[in-house]
């Protein structure tokens, strides 16, 4: 029986007001637009945000702690290199967002889509996932390490020398994702749907010697 595919609900958007964005703490901002602004090197902590869209908003190096999203689409913008550790994600959508080095350890999402994303070398390591889509990102040497998951989707993309150590992989589908080079741990194999020249390289991977 062909298991269901559960994909993430998208963010609730309508009559978004026009505003200008800033950064300071304990700050909410709800029903608003943004575009353009460049706020890297900058420093806040409980950054509330619901029912906004973000368009070319660049945060590079940013440190934003105890972060909290709701209903948020972030379009074009470019978050790289920026920590986000312990943050909260709730119907967010990520679309052409350059996220290279983005630290998103230890943060909570839940109905979040990634959408052709530039996201190599960021870190998603003990994240809690509770549905949750990859679609044509690029996702080379990132971190997926110890991640608790549900509902997990991963289409079109490039997966190269990602790290999967002690995350369960029951149930999760590489086929239509690329890698040369893969990190998954053995025990966690079993239930995980590849094609058969991702099988071995993944074979290869283990040290198995394949004649």
Known sequence: MKKKIVLPVPPLLSALEPQDFYLEEELLFEGAFFEGGDYSYD?????ILKQCHFKKVTMQKTRLSQWECQNVLFENCDFSN????????????????????????????????????VANFASFSNTNLRTMLFRQC???????????WKHLSLQENQLNNSNWFHTKLATLDFRT?????????????????????????IAAGLGLVID
């Open 43 to 47: 420093a806040c902590k409980n950054l």
């Open 82 to 117: 920026l920590e986000c550790f312990g943050a909260s994600f709730h119907r967010v959508h990520f679309k052409q967002c350059k996220l290279t080095g983005t630290n998103f350890a230890e943060s909570y999402f839940r109905d979040c889509t990634f959408e052709d994303c």
């Open 138 to 148: 690029q996702l080379n040497d990132s971190e997926f390490y110890e991640m608790d």
């Open 177 to 201: 994702n690329q890698f040369q080079k893969i990190a998954l741990s053995f025990e966690q194999l079993r239930g995980l749907t590849v094609d058969q020249e991702q099988s071995l390289v």
